[in-house]
């Protein structure tokens, strides 16, 4: 399996995620190429270069925007940020102050484009389905995120030219790599959103910005490296789009590391950097949990549609234990298993419809041997079975119980026999 890991201790941004990729090895030409079919070359300018920061050496990207008049605007200088408005999607050197000029010679009408236009340039471009699928996808992550913050319908947020080509730009080439690099599973670790205060059109505002935070909600994060906007909301919803698993730890085979370096001189090193790796099929291990209950209260019928409402809510395993409690009370403990992503559905579930009133949740790493499913003819007909696998050779076969229960309510046969008749042919 083809893993991409974000270490994100410096946060991320637009740019920075689309020079990662490319010192990954995206190659630059397709990458220009595939950004060329969104048809508005004329408003931009995309600067690449091989640089250093604190002694890592990586790839550098600036978007340069351009305009009608020759006045120019590089997005990590200039930015505009007000309730209208979606921007700052690049790790900026300087505040996001968008500057106008008095004089009538470069005062110009500044065009709005709202989520259907930017929609509309997208999926009318010659990109591939899947570029454009994960474009629209992302780009829906930062809209919704500014509506809500700011108490706007969706189609009601507009984004300025001068933030909105530079994300168009960074959301289409994040979508544009990813399908290139043709990555199994995207991970990430905790996100570093940096500290302080940013100026906007709004005034002084804190870090991380509020559509940060909104993206960002159920992802875990880190705050307070240095006084910096660390992550933007571009950068935040590249990962709320993509990142299938958020975890510190790497437990892979690393094939190949990669640095995208933003554009502020920190403490730290303002780089973003990723890790191509590979985990072995045979012994795929998943990070999930236990949450478990000790209960002494209940009638003991409700278990069988409590297990049922766990399971169907997401729980990937359910099981009773048999304890005794203090005082000499007999008790059952329960147990769930869950992915990260299912505890809220689980716990509302257990605290609505049992007499629980606590739970323990902990930590649990699950090792899976690869498995696949095959027919097999049989003396009842085809019969299906899971096959698991270590290290690529066959260990274990069996025929799926559903099916063995109906072959023997139909032939009017033990169970054990049906096992014993496939097992034999």
Do not use: W
């Amino acid at each position: 399996m083809k893993v991409l890991y974000y270490d994100c201790f410096c946060g991320i941004s637009g740019d920075m995620h689309i020079a990662a990729m490319l010192d990954l090895g995206v190659p630059q030409e397709y990458l220009l190429k595939e950004i060329s079919k969104l048809k508005i070359d004329s408003e931009y300018e995309i600067k690449i270069q091989k640089t250093i920061k604190k002694g890592i050496t990586g790839t550098r990207v600036d978007v340069i925007l351009k305009n009608e008049h020759d006045h120019h605007y590089n997005h990590h200088y200039d930015n505009l940020s007000d309730e209208n408005i979606v921007g700052h999607s690049h790790n900026h050197q300087h505040s996001h102050t968008h500057h106008h000029h008095e004089d009538n010679e470069h005062n110009m009408e500044h065009h709005h484009r709202g989520l259907k236009e930017i929609e509309e340039i997208i999926n009318s471009s010659d990109l591939s389905d899947n570029v454009k699928k994960l474009s629209v996808k992302t780009f829906m992550r930062v809209a919704e995120a500014e509506a809500k913050v700011h108490g706007k319908d969706l189609y009601e947020v507009h984004f300025h030219e001068v933030g909105a080509v530079d994300s168009i730009i960074d959301i289409v080439a994040s979508a544009i790599t990813l399908d290139y690099l043709k990555i199994d599973k995207i991970v990430a670790s905790s996100i570093q959103l940096g500290g302080g205060f940013v100026k906007c059109a709004h005034g002084i505002i804190p870090v991380p910005a509020p559509a940060t935070v909104e993206i960002l909600k159920g992802i875990p994060v880190k705050t307070g490296v240095v006084e910096f906007e660390t992550t933007t909301p571009t950068g935040a919803a590249i990962l709320a789009a993509n990142v299938q698993e958020y975890t510190d730890k790497i437990d892979f085979q690393i094939d190949k590391v990669a640095y995208g370096l933003g554009h502020r001189e920190l403490e730290i090193p303002n780089v973003l950097r990723v890790y191509l790796g590979t985990i072995k099929e045979s012994e795929k291990t998943e990070e999930q949990y236990i949450i478990e209950t000790n209960i002494d209260d209940m009638n003991p019928e409700f278990y069988e549609y409590i297990e049922e409402r766990l399971f169907s809510n997401g729980a990937l395993d359910v099981y009773k234990t048999a304890i005794i409690m203090k005082k000499g009370r007999p008790a059952i403990k329960l147990s769930v298993l869950i992915s990260a992503d299912k505890e809220e559905e689980v716990l509302k579930i257990i605290f609505k419809e049992t007499t629980s009133i606590g739970v323990r949740k902990y930590k649990v790493e699950k090792i899976m041997l690869d498995r696949d499913f095959s027919k097999k003819t049989t003396v009842f007909g085809e019969v299906t079975l899971k096959n698991s696998y270590y290290k690529g050779e066959l260990i274990k076969s069996k025929p799926e119980y559903e099916e063995c229960k109906i072959i023997a309510k139909e032939n009017s046969i033990p169970l054990k026999q049906v096992y014993e008749e496939i097992y034999r042919s």
